[in-house]
DNA sequence: AGAATGGTGGACCGCGCGGTCAATAACTTT
DNA sequence: AAAGTTATTGACCGCGCGGTCCACCATTCT
């Protein structure tokens, strides 16, 4: 029943969701939406506050393996990201478009999950690109965290490009040129 | 006065401004704004059109200028971006809002402009790296059009990220690594 | 000067919004 | 079975929305 609540914010963002949009979509009555929430803002906050965990852990699950094929996971994973920011699923991710949404407005409560979020992907980018460090796909000399930080922009780039309507060859071509760019350690050099 | 309208958006976003908004803001009567556009939407599309190409246009200035700053000026570039991103400043930029707030239902006439106005961003990026490969600050065998496309998807990353609180020094780092990871021409290779 | 013209303002419209609440249904307890 | 208790409902509220329309006034033409 969350999840009727989160597609329909989802898909149509918070501002121009009604309430009568929930109640078609739960099945519920108004009382009861606002008897367990509270509020429209409330209940998005709390639809928001599982997806950013949910995210972060999706990428956790992902980028999960043996040193051997951390670089590999991390490609695969952000290949991923590419296509389905692409496809005329349209949705894209939810974070974004509600953080494009509802910042500025004061509404830290949202920012301050996606930042976290963000925050957390950053880290799990992170952990991956060390144990390919470790592995020796990565230069030794390298900074795991600041290629991290740099995926996660391009990261977050295909997900705005993908929303402009971007194909998902130039998409993934990204992806490929981010990682061609990764340093690699001397011995495997081309 | 249309300046007037273009900010009142870009600070509210579509959805939450309401037309007596628009009235305040300019001085208009509500029927010499419909007299004059027709539609919110319509409105809405001027604004962003206008801004879609004055967005091209300032990253051609930007850029312009003879081969042997090209890098340096497109890294001044992005690191502007980054700064500008993260201030709590807050608007961010108008076109990843409104492609956020607009994308999915329909709206193709505002992705379509958007999706124009990136590839313009990425076209000079392009040539801009054209010049340092000229200049060789740039590796010969490297594709500029890879590399323009890739340094998109980080530029609008920032802009993601930007809004969702991060802060400055972590938004420049990105653009840091991500130019370090740009192919450095042998005889300048460290 | 007076008539014709067209751009302008803001009262006005019906609607659908977010939010409330009393009536009621469903379930628990004894 | 009856009383008590909680959860659910949808009619209802006032408001502010996007959009319409006409009286008004400044300008121009004769």
Sequence with gaps: MLRAVRDQFWNKGYAATSMDDLMKVTGLGKGSLYGAFGDKHQLFLRIFDTY?????????????GPDAGALERLRRY????????????????????GTAELS???????????LTAFQGIEAHFARCLEQ???????AA??????????????????EALGRAGMDEASLRGMVETALEGLPVSARRRR
Excluded: I
């Excluded at 000399?141 to 995926?151: I, S, Y």
């Design 52 to 64: 950013c965990v949910n995210s972060v852990e999706s990428v956790r699950q992902a980028l999960e």
């Design 78 to 97: 952000l290949l991923g990201a590419a296509t389905a920011s692409a496809g005329p699923s349209r949705r894209g991710c939810l974070v974004a478009r």
């Design 104 to 114: 500025g407005q004061g509404a830290t409560d949202v920012t301050d999950r996606a």
């Design 132 to 138: 390919a460090q470790r592995h020796g796909d990565v």
């Design 141 to 158: 000399g390298a900074d795991p965290r600041k290629l991290a930080a740099m995926l996660l922009a391009v990261f977050r780039g295909l």
